[in-house]
Every structure is written in C-alpha cells, then in structure tokens.
T-cell receptor, first 114, second 115 residues
Framework: KAGVTQTPRYLIKTRGQQVTLSCSPI?????VSWYQQTPGQGLQFLFE???????NKGNFPGRFSGRQFSNSRSEMNVSTLELGDSALYLC?????????????FGPGTRLTVL | AQSVTQPDIHITVSEGASLELRCNYS??????LFWYVQSPGQGLQLLLK??????LVQGIKGFEAEFKRSQSSFNLRKPSVHWSDAAEYFC?????????????FGQGTRLTINP
C-alpha cells in the first residue's frame, strides 16, 4: 500500500506570494492533519480534516488555510507569505479521528520564502 | 496546557552501546504517548505508542519505551544501537479524547552514532 504522498517536495517563493501544498493520504484513510516544522518552533499542529470538515485547528494566523476533498486528498494554502513561513510542512493521515488511530506521515514539502 | 520536554537536544553514543532518550510530559490526564523518528530529509516514522495497559511497550527496530505515571515520563530505550539509528527522535502526546487527533511534540533529540 502506498504511503502518504506530498507534492511538491520543494518550493521556493517570495514574500507576499501565496502557495498551495497537496497531500494524498494512504488509501482508505479519511483523516488528514498538517504540521509545520521549523528549527526554532519544532513541530506544530496546523489543522486536521475529516470527511471534508475541519475538526481541529492550531494557533496559526488566518493566512494558513486548508481543505479536504471527497477522495480525502487535502490541500493547504498559505497566503501573503512571510519569511517566517519557511519550514517543512508535514501531512499525516489516519483511518479516522479516534485518538488511537495512528498518524502516518508523508515526507513533507520544504517551503523556502525569500 | 499540555507540553512535552525532551531534555537532551543532542546525544552521541558509540555503536553497540545502549541508548536511553528522555521524555517528560505535562498533561491534565494520562495522554496517549508516541515516539517518532525522522531521518534527514524524511518524514516521521512511528516507532511505538502507548495507550494503556502494560507500561513497557515494544516498537520497531528493537526500540522499547516505559511509561512511568509517577514521573510523567516515557523514555525510549535500545540495548544496542546501530549506525543506522542516527536520526532525530521525537516524543509526542495525544489527547485521550475521541475526535481530537492533535499531537503535541517535544523539541526532538538528535542522535549521533560514533563508529
């Protein structure tokens, strides 16, 4: 079974631009969560989607948004990029939203903002 | 607020030596506990998890972890490390509540293996 895939793997953008990252979960998984990883702040939860609905959201500004499609694929969007948005963005999928449902992570998208 | 502390930012051990990575958490109740490993340029791979029951849990790659409620700790151990274990290790807690999947991660411990 294929793992979680994220596209693109690398992105370079300039300040003020917007960006869209994509995540395809493991087949059969219906929950997708997004995390931001930076050297300073570590791994931080962005949001979680299940059945096309956002179920949980971390403490990030409204410039960070996401959505989930009927096939469980998810996208996250960052508008008006800032230098501090440079990070590795990780997507994780799980069967459902139960606390015991293991989250499987993708390889991440490395975003660099210049 | 829940938090996870990994006191050691960087640990160096010799190949074949034993390993213990520390993790302490602060949570209102007993959370679900996880250890993940991240190799350079890769995502996170789950090593093991604790939900309830036996406080010593076995994971993949020969790792184990012990949950100690009295110390709010969930330390990761391996009796003999291999060069391929060099990576960054993250402890995480998850809420024991249905419908809430947010994981809170520690800052990570970078493991270097000396040949």
């Amino acid at each position: 079974k294929a793992g979680v895939t994220q596209t693109p793997r690398y992105l370079i953008k300039t300040r003020g631009q917007q960006v869209t990252l994509s995540c395809s979960p493991i087949s059969g998984h219906r929950s997708v969560s997004w995390y931001q990883q930076t050297p300073g702040q570590g791994l931080q939860f962005l949001f979680e989607y299940f059945s096309e609905t956002q179920r949980n959201k971390g403490n990030f500004p409204g410039r960070f948004s996401g959505r989930q499609f009927s096939n469980s694929r998810s996208e996250m969007n960052v508008s008006t990029l800032e230098l501090g948005d440079s990070a590795l963005y990780l997507c994780a999928s799980s069967l459902g939203v139960g606390s015991t449902d293991t989250q499987y992570f993708g390889p991440g998208t490395r975003l660099t903002v210049l | 607020a829940q938090s996870v502390t990994q006191p050691d930012i960087h640990i160096t051990v010799s190949e074949g030596a034993s390993l213990e990575l520390r993790c302490n958490y602060s949570y209102g109740a007993t959370p679900y506990l996880f250890w993940y490993v991240q190799s350079p340029g890769q995502g996170l791979q789950l090593l093991l998890k604790y939900f309830s029951g036996d406080t010593l849990v076995q994971g993949i790659k020969g790792f184990e972890a012990e949950f100690k409620r009295s110390q709010s700790s969930f330390n990761l151990r391996k009796p003999s490390v291999h060069w391929s274990d060099a990576a960054e290790y993250f402890c995480a807690v998850g809420p024991p509540i249905q419908g809430a999947q947010k994981l809170v991660f520690g800052q990570g411990t970078r493991l270097t293996i000396n040949p």
